[in-house]
């Protein structure tokens, strides 16, 4: 019963379809990682199984091989003991040639039992033969549907931490647009650009601060040169002019028509 049982999951492990098993599965990788285990426990009781049915089929095997050679020697005895006989009857000793007569009796009846037996166990042999192909086969489909389910496991690991890499990235880059990093920049450009307006500002601010004094220089220029003029003319000396030349003061009032005291 051990033995047809064991068969029986060998046989129906080993005709398992492991993608629709996937595809019904709510939590494929656990079931995968569980379908691992019990082929694994599977294979290590079948190989148990398979290796106690092919002791038992080398027992029979031996049993047959010694039932066979035992015939064979049975067989030989008997010719031994019945011309042994033959010689004692050819020499009129008729007592010692009925007694190895009888020993040639009684090992032709031994070979026939052993033949017997050794055609008893053929039948055995050949069934026994076949369950453990059989169960071979079945095993080296277990071990084919293991390395299957390994490598699903595997590639289903790797497409997962894969899956997760993208979401991670998915999240990420999700994050990054609900923060909108181009509204950072502008702001930062924005102020850039004030710090830029500013500079420009106090830059023009000096220059003009710059212009206005060049400004009050030439004013201060003009009313030193007005102030010469002015005392020229009281001094009745000639008025300076601009460049560093120099007219008569009477220049200054030839537009007032001359009128005599009367």
Known sequence: ????????????LAK??????????????????????DYTNSIAEAESAIAETIGNLRLLEEDHSEDVRAASDWGNKALAASRKADEYRASGNA??????????KVALQRQITSENEAKMAEPQIVAQTQVVDQLKNGLNGMKQK????????????????TAEAQRKVADAVKSIDIMDP???VSRFEDKIRREEARVRGQQELAASSLDAQFESLEDIGELTEV????AAMKSGGPSPISGGQTQPAVEATQSAPYTPNQ
């Open 1 to 12: 019963m051990t033995k047809q049982s064991i068969f029986g999951r060998i046989a129906q």
């Open 146 to 161: 293991l390395e299957q389910l390994k490598s699903k496991r595997s590639e289903l690991v790797a497409r997962s931490k």
């Open 182 to 184: 181009t509204s950072e």
């Open 227 to 230: 102030e010469a003029r002015l």
């Open 95 to 104: 007592s010692d040639a009925d007694k190895f007569d009888n020993l040639a």
């Open 16 to 37: 398992a379809n492991i993608n629709a098993l996937i595809d019904q599965a709510e939590d494929p990788q656990l079931m995968l990682d569980q379908m691992v285990r």
